[in-house]
């Protein structure tokens, strides 16, 4: 998986042939792809394999059945970066409130390291220098990294 978060949206014209699907899963490989909307899916009820032949099984998905022989979206997410929430399905859209995973928790890290600098500071201990409190931020990410959080070392990695 990459690092970058990398988004594709492409009208593929039907993906009702393995092959199809295949051509489309090679291609979101070979960019890694981590956010993909999918158009023109032409498939009325997505089931978990064709889902996962066609966006491999690092996935989920949220999808919306094609009415006929036209229309169908499909909205896959890599979940080791993604953490989607609040999926909606029009008749001819889709939406959903999607959040990088890991960014939460290094907002907080670096608020509560600089919190302890102001405290450092206001209660007359040694102070850092900004480049110095940049070293400290580091390497208490680095930390986190090592103690195994996956996701601040996926989102770190992308710096």
Known sequence: ???????????????????????????????RATLVCIQETKISVMCNSIANETLGTAFDYGYVP????????LLGWN????????????????????????????????????????NARTFGRDTTSPAGLQVVIQEEIHAWCLTGYKHLRTLMAAT
């Open 1 to 31: 998986m990459s690092s970058l978060p990398t988004c594709f949206v492409w009208n593929v014209r039907g993906l009702n042939g393995r092959a199809r699907r295949n051509v489309v899963r090679e291609f979101l490989v070979q960019e």
């Open 66 to 73: 094609a009415i006929g022989v036209s229309s169908g979206i």
């Open 79 to 118: 979940t080791d970066m993604w953490a989607v929430s609040e999926v909606a399905k029009g008749r001819f859209s889709i939406s959903a409130k999607i959040a990088r995973r890991g960014f939460d928790s290094l907002f907080f890290l670096i608020g509560w390291l600089i919190w302890k600098e102001r």
